[in-house]
């Protein structure tokens, strides 16, 4: 296994271990998605909002300077494929440790704003005739 790919697992076991104890999460319905090939469907799957499903999609970079919108677009298209309407990327940030509940506590998380909405308005947003 390559070192990138040995961070991403990292990132995305922590992840999940972090997500399963502060959810309470005993029957570990999240878990690490298995690879599917072009039609993806995120890192970790089993959470939900609403009821609904929700993709994550783990990143463990050194920087994130210029990846923000490759990886906002890589959540989107896998969200896609699992039929999820919630989505987000979850990164590494840099100098934060992955050990501790408080240390996740504090990594970032991105999604995009009608995400945002969709959360909020319990998923039903007005005036979304695109």
Sequence with gaps: MSRQKAKGTLLESKVVNYLRARLGDSEQTIHREVLHGTK???????????????????????????????????????AGNADAPYWFVVFKQKGLGLNTL?????????TDLKTLALIAGHGIIEGDEE
């Design 40 to 78: 993806d469907q995120g890192d970790i799957t089993g959470l939900r909002i609403h009821g609904q499903p929700v993709v994550l999609e783990c990143k463990n970079y050194s920087t994130y300077a210029g990846r923000l919108k490759e990886w906002m677009q890589e959540g989107r298209t896998e």
């Design 102 to 110: 408080s240390s996740m506590d504090n990594q970032p998380v991105l």
